[in-house]
């Protein structure tokens, strides 16, 4: 089946340190690959997306490359800032599919708390 | 301008007691989606919604959730009675298509049953 893995929070970091969240996803076809944030108290929004293989998702500093060799898009953070602290969801979409089968499938979510 | 509303933004209620959780999504969205959040099962999709008629409530976890949508801005999912295992976050979210499209949450909705 289709399904996302993302790495166990939570992670605490100080600031300015150097970000990972490791993603990696099992899907037939080619999907589309996303970053989701939650800031606390609030939905989630839309960080980042890349739709094929080799592409590289980026906004507010953080970048994700799609690997389709390694069924991977992990999220990364050259500096991270204490106003980064939030949930991050990989998630992915599979293309061409109507209904249901084209929906959004999220991972669990990684808790990232940055430190002053 | 306004994103997706919800409301209440928290509700606490006894077991046995009907809920209703209510959701305006984004002026000019024909697409709309319920999810649940736990800590043990993350983020499941319940029921989305195109052009207000139901496509796929499937993992709505069983009868005593209903979702509705009367009109294009209008939305509600109803926990008829309410057991305490209920107890989550619910985000409605909303789009311009099914599924090409970006999905914009609300705020969400804490339920908690007691």
């Known amino acids: 089946g289709n399904s996302v893995t993302q790495m166990e929070g939570p992670v605490t970091l100080s600031e300015e340190a150097f970000l990972t969240i490791n993603c990696t996803y099992t899907?037939?076809?080619?999907?589309?690959l996303f970053w989701y944030v939650q800031y606390p108290g609030e939905g989630l929004q839309l960080l980042l997306k890349?739709?094929?293989?080799?592409d590289k998702g980026s906004n507010k500093g953080f970048e994700a490359t799609y690997r389709k060799e390694t069924t991977s898009f992990h999220l990364e953070k050259g500096s991270v800032q204490v106003s980064d602290s939030a949930v991050y969801f990989c998630?992915?979409?599979?293309?061409?599919?109507?209904?249901?089968?084209?929906?959004?499938?999220f991972g669990k979510g990684t808790k990232l708390s940055v430190k002053p | 301008d306004a994103g997706v509303i919800q409301s209440p933004r928290h509700e606490v209620t006894e077991m046995g007691q009907e809920v209703t959780l209510r959701c305006k999504p984004i002026?000019?969205?024909?697409?709309l989606f319920w999810y649940r959040q736990t800590m043990m099962r993350g983020l499941e999709l319940l029921i989305y919604?195109?052009?207000?008629?139901?496509?796929?409530d499937s993992g709505m976890p069983e009868d005593r959730f209903s979702a509705k949508m009367p009109n294009a801005s209008f939305s509600t999912l109803k926990i008829q009675p309410s057991e305490p295992r209920d107890s989550a976050v619910y985000f409605c979210?909303?789009?311009?298509?099914?599924?090409?499209?970006?999905?914009?949450f609300g705020p969400g909705t804490r339920l908690t049953v007691t």
């Open positions: 979210a909303s789009s311009l298509g099914q599924t090409s499209y970006e999905q914009y």
């Open positions: 899907a037939t076809g080619y999907p589309s």
């Open positions: 890349a739709t094929k293989a080799d």
């Open positions: 998630a992915l979409r599979r293309e061409g599919y109507g209904g249901s089968q084209g929906n959004l499938i």
């Open positions: 002026s000019g969205h024909n697409s």
């Open positions: 919604f195109n052009n207000n008629v139901p496509i796929d």
